[in-house]
């Protein structure tokens, strides 16, 4: 069974503080996205990667695919409450299906 | 990005009616829907993979005569859940997948409430 570990669940930060959430597994994944989602709305893509050691950056936001390209990271610089959401890591093998992470719930408080 | 809309937004209906949920790719063409639920809290739960033209693959523990799908194009995939009960209560949300690059694009999800 191909998982994809998520962590951590849960995070409650101030404003401004930074934070890094992790993707892993044992699976080599031909692309990885992550998404945010806040509630009663669908995810919505923040990005792609694709390739191994890639760093992508999306405003205060920073994502890397692992050298072997079985894990990822994403890391939130001087965090607002506007970043509040549930992040979700999605991991694809080359087939049809997507793996997607538990999730991490994020709060930041004002 | 693309752009994935589903309808309705929420609906509530009684128990033993049927609801179907529509789910369309509006500017891209989806040979493959992904029928996702999700409960309070919770990440998603893939149920299926509907594929243009042909039967949709259910995931384990998800009964096909109950959560009917059916994608007869290619912008287009349903989701009927039959005789519905309160216990199918759930946030269910699409997907379609752009082919190039191959990333999963979410519709805004449909709130169903079964009383």
């Known amino acids: 069974t191909q998982l994809l570990e998520q962590s951590p669940q849960f995070l409650s930060i101030q404003e401004g503080e930074n934070l890094t959430v992790y993707c892993n597994s044992s699976s080599v994944f031909s692309s990885l996205q992550w998404y945010r989602q806040e509630p009663g709305e669908g995810p919505v893509l923040l990005v792609t990667v694709v390739t191994g050691g890639e760093v992508k950056k999306l405003k205060r936001l920073t994502f890397q695919f692992g050298d072997a390209r079985k894990d990822s990271s994403l890391h939130i610089t001087a965090a607002q409450p506007g970043d509040t959401g549930l992040y979700l890591c999605?991991?694809?093998?080359?087939?049809?299906?997507?793996?997607f992470g538990a999730g991490t719930r994020l709060f930041v408080k004002a | 990005g693309a752009v994935v809309s589903q309808h309705p937004s929420w609906v509530i209906c009684k128990s033993g009616t049927s609801v179907k949920i529509e789910c369309r790719s509006l500017?891209?063409?989806?040979?493959?829907m992904f029928w996702y639920r999700q409960f309070p809290k919770q990440s998603l739960m893939l149920m299926a993979t509907s594929n243009e033209g042909s039967k949709a693959t259910y995931e384990q523990g998800v009964e096909k005569d109950k959560f009917l799908i059916n994608h007869a194009s290619l912008t287009l995939s349903t989701l009927t859940v039959t005789s519905a009960h309160p216990e199918d209560s759930s946030f269910y949300i699409c997907s379609a997948r752009d082919p190039s690059p191959p990333e999963q694009y979410f519709g805004p999800g449909t709130r169903l409430t079964v009383t």
């Open positions: 500017d891209f063409q989806a040979t493959t």
């Open positions: 999605a991991g694809n093998t080359g087939g049809f299906k997507t793996i």
